[in-house]
């Protein structure tokens, strides 16, 4: 069955970094843009990032734009989110969604706290 499986999200201090992963199964991932996705508490949902199938092309929240990076591997179905000068505010459980036309595939999230 589909899995996408969020791992890395851990407490760290502003300024500090943190390298979420997400190992998916199931689908035939390089078929599929892969985007990161962002909750906060009280807060709707929010796209952090997307990535196209083969890699080429990615896209930010204005938000994140020059402190995070996302990537993918093709051969590990697994993509990644580098995130740099964190910031309180980053703090969210973030999520992994995989998309192609109608399939859209969500992970189960990975706790990321900023704080001091």
């Known amino acids: 069955q589909v899995q996408l499986v969020e791992s890395g999200g851990d407490l760290v201090q502003p300024g500090g970094s943190l390298r979420l992963s997400c190992a998916a199964s199931g689908f035939t991932f390089s078929s599929y843009a892969m985007s990161w996705y962002r909750q906060a508490p009280g807060k709707e949902r929010e796209l952090v990032a997307v990535?196209?199938?083969?890699?080429?092309?990615?896209n930010y929240a204005d938000s994140v734009k020059g402190r995070f990076t996302v990537s993918r591997d093709n051969a590990k179905n697994t993509v990644y989110l580098q995130m740099n000068r964190l910031k309180p505010e980053d703090t969210a459980v973030y999520y992994c969604?995989?998309?192609?036309?109608?399939?859209?595939?969500w992970g189960q999230g990975t706790q990321v706290t900023v704080s001091s």
């Open positions: 990535i196209t199938n083969t890699g080429g092309s990615t």
């Open positions: 969604n995989a998309k192609r036309h109608l399939y859209d595939f």
